[in-house]
């Protein structure tokens, strides 16, 4: 049997980590004991290829199977569709603690671009994790570009990340330091409730902001187009 790798998959094999040539030092002496998952393959007309198969999950062993030269790999087959072949991919790579937030945020969206009319419930129901799980996720959309950052390298937990997106993007910008700061140092809790605060800050603030303009739009009203007078005297 023969075995091509999915074109439905998250990631490329990283054989430039450190932990790939470690499973490769160790494939080539013990082999793989843990089998990959393969599903029977199909050519470009939709028919079955007897004694070919097409890889799911496993794409890391499955390398180092090859550039160690054995001649054989465990493998169970499944018959899947592509999306569960997606969802296969992303079940399994989002319990590997080394994965990026990056990879698991990357692999969520395109999921849900590729079915736009799901909820988040359906969604969530989809991969078998919880709708205030797939909720923060998508919220992470909202941080600012250094703590997208923070949160896509696994420099901030997921319920750190949601909090701070409660907070507009210019607040953000402005309480970095002392939002990294806390971030760093408080425990869960300490650091939600230092969110707050600044969240009836920044509130506080927008209020102002508002009786100012409203203020000085008394003060000094612009000038009305005969349309938009006609509409008020209605």
């Known amino acids: 049997s023969q075995i091509t790798w999915s074109p439905v998959k998250l990631r490329e094999a990283r054989k430039d980590a450190p932990e790939y040539a470690n499973m490769l030092q160790s494939i080539a002496k013990h082999g793989v004991y843990q089998p990959i998952l393969v599903r029977p393959f199909k050519n470009e007309n939709g028919l079955l290829v007897e004694g070919m198969y097409e890889g799911v999950e496993g794409c890391q062993r499955?390398?180092?199977?090859?550039?160690?030269?054995?001649?054989d790999i465990p493998a169970i087959i499944r018959e899947?569709?592509?999306?569960?072949?997606f969802a296969v991919q992303l079940i399994y790579n989002s319990h590997?603690?080394?994965d990026r937030n990056k990879?698991?945020?990357?692999?969520?969206?395109?999921?849900a671009a590729k079915h736009p009319g799901l909820t988040q419930s359906e969604i969530a129901d989809f991969f078998c994790v919880s709708q205030d799980f797939i909720s923060k996720i998508m919220a992470t959309q909202k941080l600012n570009e250094h703590f997208k950052h923070q949160f896509e390298t696994n420099n901030l937990p997921l319920i750190k990340a949601y909090m701070i997106t409660?907070?507009?993007?210019?607040?953000?910008d402005r309480w970095k330091d002392a939002i990294n700061n806390h971030a760093a140092a408080d425990d869960q809790q300490?650091?939600?409730n230092f969110?707050?605060?600044?969240?009836?800050?920044?509130?506080?603030?927008?209020?102002?902001?508002?009786t100012a303009k409203d203020a000085d739009?008394?003060?000094?009203?612009?000038p009305r187009k005969r349309d938009e007078l006609m509409a008020a005297l209605a």
């Not at 990879?103 to 999921?111: A, E, T």
């Not at 907070?167 to 953000?172: A, T, V």
């Open 62 to 71: 499955f390398n180092c199977t090859l550039d160690a030269k054995l001649p």
């Open 80 to 85: 899947l569709t592509d999306d569960e072949v």
């Open 96 to 98: 590997r603690i080394k």
């Open 103 to 111: 990879d698991l945020v990357g692999h969520i969206h395109k999921y």
């Open 166 to 172: 409660q907070l507009p993007s210019e607040f953000q």
């Open 190 to 192: 300490s650091f939600i």
């Open 195 to 210: 969110i707050k605060d600044l969240q009836k800050e920044a509130r506080t603030e927008q209020r102002g902001e508002r």
């Open 217 to 222: 739009d008394i003060e000094n009203p612009r």
